[in-house]
């Protein structure tokens, strides 16, 4: 349970509470950037015409004899909302004459927007039509039935309709490279149709029978392989010739390929060997050897790098004559460079934590010293019937008024406690700034009582030298100053919560948009240069709280950077970010799936009170808040 919470924690925090299918998980709905988010039912072609729909009187009558009287072109007009989808179903599965149908019309929909998917030309409006069309598709397949799709009848009505082939279109690794008209660009950046689409198809097909598949080379192969090993000054070339062939606008994170071997790999696997490729097929030449192994992949990339580092020193950069380009190579290269001297700015030039500090290790008062080590039961958690109560040492003539929730009736406030009170039971714990100013910082961790070599958490007052403390405070008013729309919390947070909390990285679809997928949170955009310099703010950022976790605890580094590896990266890592302002939260028991790493950038608050204070209610602490701290949670 935490609570008073102003940070920026490194990790992927969700609520435990269901979404409704109608909810989103922002304050607002999405920017639509050209695209408009619509209705939740996709307009199609056939919206056109005048819309038959199931009226409340026909709900009146049996299940059956509507399932009997529906007609298929009234059927395929029909709205599948939150509150229908169950008619719309009974409705397929009474009607197998329908199945094949649905698939081709799935089918011509998908068709028509992939041959328009390079077409730059297009109307607002038709970029509008198509998108709805292809999100309508992928809205309605995702809503059938396991009872329907599991059943022989249908398998077979998806293989005669030819929908896979239309799918596998939608699939290919050069959809990346050939999406440019507006529509397709956003079905790529919001609904990641490359991905959707055969994924559900997959959900499809019998388990027995996926299990006899043979695995894929994980590198991509070409059937036409030229002789010649691309040396990493040729690719630099490449991209000095085709300097839009990185797809950040469709996929924004592609823009931090080069910031390591990972990252450059998983860019090889996705879309630059296919780029490679194809630019080479073009030219009606087959020099280059496409067909690697990583080793060969790790010889391009440092190659790449070593000259990329040889040209920002010589000042090549502005010959590339791409605004967008020379961003991404200049702030690779800046971000390496920040990783490089990080580790010994933090410890001070000492080799590791577990060295004696010569400032303090003399010293026979332990709460004197730089380290501190807390050991706390586990067995004491605080009551749930607590979740939504505020915590503060303010008196109520004092305490500002916490706006309300929607839930609160009519004359209710929210409750406020006391740290004092018995049910709480909080220990504080704080810091001294003459530790803080004679060895750098100081290091609380706490341990198991049961398991005493067991670190739970930890928290780190002044972890960050001021140069790269000035980096995170600069790109956190970055942000603030775009102005971009706050997170909504769940349940436990209906009584009342303060501030903003703008998240970074990728979200979890919840569903609560038409064709939601895991995607980049809104206002990601690697549009132009300064998009782009936003999102590699983001990167450093990221980069800098995980760097500091892994130094003064490895083994929580390690268990985040587990827990992330699958995800789209935000820089290096697959952590997505959230940044707060003034933001206070009540009591709550996060449902997290990976750990937290938070960051105290700035306090401004009445110290008497201890305001913004961060409570670990299960260990009942609280520690107390200061500029420049940094702390690991994991409270699930």
């Not at 050209?34 to 039912?41: A, H, K, N």
């Not at 309508?136 to 009848?153: C, D, F, T």
């Not at 490895?554 to 990266?569: C, I, P, V, Y």
């Not at 970010?577 to 939260?585: E, R």
């Amino acid at each position: 349970m935490r609570t008073q919470r102003s940070c920026a924690p490194d990790a992927d925090i969700s609520t435990s509470e269901e979404a409704d299918d109608d909810d989103s998980d922002y304050e607002e709905g999405l920017d639509s950037g050209s695209i408009s988010s619509g209705p939740q039912s996709p307009p199609r072609k056939r919206q056109k015409q005048p819309r038959q729909s199931i009226n409340p009187t026909q709900r009146t009558t049996s299940v059956n004899s509507l399932e009997s009287s529906v007609t298929f072109e009234t059927f395929n007009n029909m709205p599948i909302l939150s509150n229908n989808q169950s008619t719309w179903n009974q409705i397929l599965e009474a009607n197998p004459s329908f199945w094949e149908l649905k698939c081709l019309s799935w089918k011509t929909s998908l068709d028509e927007a992939y041959d328009l998917r390079k077409n730059t030309t297009l109307t607002p409006e038709s970029n509008e039509e198509q998108y709805q069309n292809v999100v309508g598709v992928l809205r309605e397949i995702r809503k059938v039935q396991r009872g329907i799709y599991s059943r022989a009848e249908w398998q077979e009505a998806v293989k005669s309709s030819q929908l896979p082939e239309s799918v596998k279109l939608w699939s290919s690794p050069y959809m990346l490279l050939h999406c440019k008209a507006s529509f397709a660009v956003s079905l790529i950046r919001r609904n990641r149709i490359t991905e959707s689409l055969s994924l559900i198809l997959y959900s499809w097909i019998p388990k027995e029978e996926t299990l006899t598949w043979m695995p894929l080379d994980k590198v991509p192969t070409f059937p036409l392989n030229g002789r010649r090993k691309l040396e990493g000054k040729e690719l630099l070339q490449f991209f000095k010739e085709y300097p839009d062939i990185i797809p950040r606008q469709s996929y924004p994170s592609s823009v931090y390929f080069l910031l390591n071997l990972d990252n450059f790999i998983i860019a090889y696997k996705q879309w630059l060997a296919f780029a490679l490729h194809e630019a080479d097929q073009l030219k009606g030449r087959d020099w280059y050897k496409y067909n690697v192994n990583e080793n060969e992949l790790q010889d391009l990339y440092s190659g790449l790098i070593r000259v990329l580092e040889q040209q920002i020193r010589s000042g090549h950069l502005t010959s590339y004559r791409n605004p967008a380009l020379e961003t991404i190579l200049g702030r690779t290269i800046a971000f390496r460079n920040i990783i490089k001297g990080l580790s010994d700015k933090i410890l001070l030039k000492r080799p590791t934590l577990n060295s004696p500090c010569p400032n303090c290790q003399s010293l026979k008062d332990i709460n004197k010293k730089c380290r501190r080590n807390i050991f706390v039961s586990t067995d004491n958690k605080l009551d749930l019937s607590l979740a939504g109560h505020g915590v503060s040492f303010a008196d109520k003539k004092d305490q500002i008024n916490a706006i309300p929730g929607n839930n609160l009736k009519s004359g209710q406030k929210p409750i406020i406690l006391h740290p004092s009170d018995d049910r709480l039971q909080l220990e504080e714990v704080m810091y001294d700034e003459e530790v803080i100013q004679r060895c750098g910082f100081q290091l609380f961790k706490f341990y198991d009582q049961k398991n005493p070599s067991k670190l739970l958490d930890f928290w780190v007052y002044n972890p960050f030298p001021n140069d790269i403390f000035k980096v995170l405070l600069k790109h956190h008013e970055g942000l603030r100053e775009l102005n971009l729309k706050s997170l909504k919390r769940g349940s436990q947070f209906e009584f009342f919560s303060q501030g903003t909390m703008v998240p970074r990285g990728s979200r979890i679809a919840m569903g609560g948009l038409p064709g939601d997928a895991y995607v980049m949170y809104p206002g990601m955009e690697g549009l132009d240069s300064e998009g782009i310099n936003v999102l590699f703010n983001d990167a450093e950022t990221s980069m800098i709280l995980s760097e500091a976790a892994r130094i003064f605890s490895f083994d929580h580094f390690t268990a985040l950077d587990k827990s992330s590896k699958e995800g789209d990266r935000l820089g290096t890592s697959g952590a997505t970010t959230y940044h707060c302002n003034n933001y206070t939260a009540p009591l709550h028991k996060d449902n997290d799936t990976v750990p937290g790493i938070c960051s105290q950038y700035q306090l401004q608050a009445r110290k008497d009170l201890k305001e913004y204070s961060f409570i670990y209610g299960d260990y009942r602490k609280y520690v107390v808040a200061r500029t420049n701290s940094l702390w690991y949670c994991f409270l699930s």
